[in-house]
């Protein structure tokens, strides 16, 4: 089935440590996203991607970096910059083609815990 | 993108219809408004979208006041499992494949009871 996967699902590090966060879509999409959410708060945005080997920084990019070799893949990661990383990370992505309404599609999210 | 506004949190009874306010008024005249739902710890949903005529799907329809300022998300019978957080969101859309950022507020907590 079509859809988009994150990986891990539940994830510890230590104050300092690096961690990448893994998302692969087979949607065929051109745009995708990644969303930080902080309990009982909306989602914001980190970084974004339109198409392969492009990415623009989000409202809240600092402490995070991305890449996009592929079309299928958008993995983050959560540097030691990063003050408070503690928190349920979403990728989404979506078809901006003609004729699409913009949906985005979502993961189930990665939830990161710094201990 | 245009600012919303909904309130934080609303109640429904199992059965009966739930109408799910939202204020833009500062919406321009290329953005959408768009409505996703997001159950607990799980990835938002898409439900429906609109410019600025009334739209309807198998999950919703989507009433937006004739000056766009304010539009209403209405689910028709509300289950338990619609208990989630609605985020209503205004979106640019040109030439009909860019798209702006979609940026979620805090969104309503919708709560149906039995």
């Known amino acids: 089935d079509g859809g988009i996967t994150q990986s891990p699902k539940y994830l510890f590090r230590k104050e300092g440590q690096n961690v990448t966060l893994s998302c692969e879509q087979n949607?065929?999409?051109?745009?995708m996203y990644w969303y930080r959410q902080d309990p009982g708060q909306g989602l914001r945005l980190i970084y974004y991607s339109q198409i392969v080997n492009d990415f623009q920084k989000g409202d809240i990019a600092e402490g995070y970096s991305v890449s996009r070799e592929k079309k299928e893949s958008f993995p983050l990661t959560v540097t030691s910059a990063q003050k408070n990383p503690t928190a349920f990370y979403l990728c989404a992505s979506s078809n901006g083609g003609q004729g699409s309404n913009g949906e985005l599609f979502f993961g189930e999210g990665s939830r990161l815990t710094v201990l | 993108d245009a600012k919303t506004t909904q309130p934080p949190s609303m109640d429904c009874a199992e059965g009966r219809a739930a109408n799910l306010p939202c204020n833009h008024s500062?919406?321009?005249?290329?953005?959408?408004v768009y409505w996703y739902r997001q159950i607990h710890s799980q990835g938002p949903q898409y439900i429906i979208h609109g410019l600025k005529n009334n739209e309807t799907n198998e999950m919703a329809s989507l009433i937006i006041t004739e000056d766009r300022k304010s539009s209403t998300l209405i689910l028709p019978h509300a289950t338990l499992r619609d208990t989630a957080v609605y985020y209503c969101?205004?979106?640019?859309?040109?030439?009909?494949?860019?798209?702006?950022?979609?940026?979620f507020g805090q969104g309503t907590i919708l709560t149906v009871h039995p």
């Open positions: 500062t919406i321009s005249g290329n953005e959408y």
């Open positions: 969101i205004v979106r640019w859309k040109m030439g009909g494949t860019s798209y702006g950022k979609l940026t």
């Open positions: 949607l065929n999409h051109d745009a």
